[in-house]
């Protein structure tokens, strides 16, 4: 593992996304309020840049106690849509959540005395 000093934490505002290459490792990074995650910018089904897909909140079905269909809603997580074929992760796990196999490279990202660092794997 090696840390890699990004950037300063200015330049992540929050709710975006950065795009940054480490040496051919693309990783994108999310800033979420106080929090971040990166995962390497490559899809697990084609290899897409899944992280310049679109972010949009998950759709759920909204049951009645009836457990008939009340329409659909929007939950409160995160999903970012890979811009290939649409697979969706979770903003803050990586994962899909029909497919356990389907599951971004995290990369871990902390920030300290106001700059971001990368823990790129050796
Ligand atoms: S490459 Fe990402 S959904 Fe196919």
Known sequence: MSEIQIGDL??????????VDV??????????????????NRCPHYGGPVCQGKILNRVEENLGPDKASRGLRFAAEEHIICPWHGVEFDLK???????ARYRLRPIPVKVRSGTVYLDIPG
Do not use: S
């Not at 040496?23 to 390497?40: C, N, P």
């Not at 796990?93 to 497919?99: A, E, P, V």
């Open 23 to 40: 040496d051919g490792l693309e990783v994108g990074i999310f800033r979420r309020g106080k929090d971040f995650y990166a995962y390497e």
């Open 10 to 19: 200015k330049a992540f505002p929050d709710g975006d996304y950065r795009i």
């Open 93 to 99: 796990t990586g994962r899909n959540r029909g497919f």
